[in-house]
């Protein structure tokens, strides 16, 4: 399959210019008014019980913990980024409408954002590796790390088959695959001296009615782990729009919750297929590098909103 073109149901063939041109278009037209369904965290009364839990959860963490992180070396290390893309049958149960009326599924979209990802994050710099897992009850090495993008993505294309899942995914089983796929690095003065590299996991959760959680045995160690200095967890949940009948907003605290030092990424989207692109676009800065999630300002200001 070339690298031009996506899939959507078996055997049918998905241009890149039909996300593209639609998202392109959705970027014009979000000049002109704002979006219905669904902007930035902070600006649509719909998503404000999700979007509040991003700065309630990390107002709610002990200063203490991302101490010793701001004092690590802001340093462009090599990354080993560990992308989860989550298989579970919601990634296909429904469908996102973009402007011009055309329709995709969140796998579709969430596959094409990451393989423009991996694309542009290689190009920036290509010691940076990636490895593929994907989740159903738990998860599966696909793509062991590698620097070649295009590998990369043929594998990424190649997942189609989703699965039915259970009501709880287990985080901590997660991590345990991952720390043996990329042993963190060893490092005594952490301060000072710069890693070789750093082990970033980006997590693409599509579910709504599983919650992301771990068995009580095991809280110490997922807590040892997300605390590490070098290990970053960034997170993209897709979900259906909260209702009565999901767990959309209690599966977002879930992964807040996951952010124990104040420095992941977390976002969110539901309908919207420009904040798809968006989003994953704003997860390129280097985490050693990057400021905090709630100091970032992405909108242009003009010499009066300055003054």
């Known amino acids: 399959m070339s690298s031009s073109a996506s899939t959507t149901d078996e055997g049918e063939v998905l241009p890149e210019s039909e996300i593209e041109e639609p998202a392109r278009q959705e970027a ?20 404000n019980s999700l979007a509040s839990t991003v700065s309630s959860s990390q107002d709610s963490q002990d200063s203490s ?7 690590l070396p802001k ?6 980024i560990v992308i989860c893309l989550d298989m579970s049958k919601e990634m296909t149960s429904r469908h996102v409408s973009s402007r011009d009326g055309s329709k995709f599924s969140p796998l579709q979209l969430t596959k094409r954002v990451i393989e423009i990802f991996v694309k542009t994050k290689s190009r920036m710099d ?18 062991d790390f590698t620097n070649d993008p295009d590998v990369f993505c043929e594998d990424l294309r190649a997942q189609e088959d989703t699965e039915e899942c259970q009501t709880t995914f287990n985080v901590a089983q997660l991590l345990q695959e991952i720390i043996q796929l990329a042993p963190l690095p060893e490092i005594e003065e952490v301060e000072l ?3 070789p590299y ?5 997590l693409l959760y599509g579910r709504s009615h599983c919650l992301p959680a771990a068995p009580e045995d095991s809280q110490q160690m997922l807590s040892e782990l997300l605390l590490s200095p070098h290990l970053f967890l960034d ?18 605290n879930a992964i807040c919750d996951l952010d124990r ?9 539901a309908t919207n297929v420009t904040m798809f692109h968006n989003h994953m676009a704003k997860l390129l800065a280097h985490p050693l590098q990057r400021p905090a999630q709630s100091d970032t300002y992405y909108r242009l200001q003009s010499n009066e909103d300055v003054a």
Do not use: W
């Not at 014009?28 to 998503?47: A, C, N, Q, Y």
């Open 198 to 202: 750093i082990v970033r996991v980006l």
């Open 28 to 47: 014009e037209d979000e000049k002109k008014d704002t979006p219905r369904d669904e902007v930035p965290h902070g600006e649509s009364e719909e998503m």
């Open 235 to 252: 997170a993209l949940y897709v979900h259906e729009p909260p209702a009565d009948d999901n767990q959309s907003i209690e599966i977002f």
């Open 126 to 143: 290509r010691r940076h590796q990636f490895a593929l897992l994907v989740l159903h009850d738990t998860p599966t090495l696909v793509t």
């Open 65 to 71: 913990d991302g101490t010793i992180h701001a004092l």
């Open 193 to 195: 001296i710069p890693p």
């Open 261 to 269: 030092k104040c420095l992941s990424y977390v976002y969110e989207v």
């Open 75 to 80: 340093v462009n290390c090599p990354e080993k």
